[in-house]
């Protein structure tokens, strides 16, 4: 039988990796976005006050979806499927995948 990860959600530090591992990769794609799109290939945008405020939050939007989807798939789909996991999941990620990349190939296609 497989063992079931538990984590726990209500300790609120930053060595813990449910919170630390979504900050740093958050973080780092915010950078890289923010390179692209604000700086133009440039780091210039980190002069401008005003750029540091939406960083933080598109840093704080991507980390609470990688923690809410993390506590889902690890907390709440175990206890619905009674620990067998892997093929539920994997299901269900290719299914929202599959939805977004149909909406994102709409969205393409209808504004060319």
Known sequence: ???SLKYDFN???ISNPLIS???I????LTLILFFIDEGYYSLAWMLE????FVFAIYVFIFSSVQIFLF???FNVL??????KLVLPSLSIISFIGLVFAGII????FLTT
């Not at 990769?25 to 780092?28: N, Q």
């Not at 006050?49 to 540091?52: C, D, F, L, M």
């Not at 190939?105 to 393409?108: A, I, K, T």
Request: hydrophobic share 55%; charged share 5%.
């Open 1 to 3: 039988m497989a063992k």
């Open 11 to 13: 300790a609120v530090s």
């Open 21 to 23: 591992v979504p900050l």
């Open 25 to 28: 990769t958050s973080t780092l």
């Open 49 to 52: 006050p005003g750029a540091w």
């Open 71 to 73: 506590g889902f798939f």
């Open 78 to 83: 175990p206890n619905l499927f009674q620990g």
């Open 105 to 108: 190939l709409y969205v393409l």
